[in-house]
């Protein structure tokens, strides 16, 4: 019976100790942000979109494929890790674009509609990605544009 006691005892014990640390992590949300869970598959194909679109970009001079890459990029997977890289590709391609530059032209698009584009590309770079490897090559054409958009409210 006193052991029985004792055991309660020390079980109230060790709880009352521990249900203050347990409320004060209570407001502390579980597991990691939403906005950075991807999707294994998703993150696959848009890997493959951007070695597409860099193969265009680089080797090809195709600006419109490289566009449409990232687009397609941009529509279904806004959280890619490598998002950065898709809106310089297509900024850089819209600008070259407008000038009239690749083996491409844009028949749809005027070339201020282009250098408009290119700026909207680059602008979100610069806004929404401060530590990108490629924000630097942005700020430099975004000079020649008009410079940084200012970021758009939800």
Known sequence: MIRNLLFVLVFVIGLSLYAPAASAQGNIKQGPDSST?????????????????????????????????????????????????????????????????????DKQKKPEELRDDA????????????QSEFRKQAEDELQTLGGVKPKEKP
């Open 37 to 105: 869970i991807r999707d294994p598959d998703l993150e696959k194909d848009s890997f493959h979109n951007l070695e597409v679109a860099r193969h265009y970009f680089k080797l090809k001079k195709a600006y419109v494929a490289a566009v449409k890459r990232c687009e397609e990029v941009m529509a279904g997977n806004p959280n890619f890790a490598r998002i950065d890289e898709i809106l310089w590709i297509a900024g850089e391609s819209s600008l070259r674009l407008s000038e009239n530059k690749g083996k491409q032209t």
């Open 119 to 130: 700026r909207t590309y680059l602008s979100q770079l610069v806004n929404d990605h401060p």
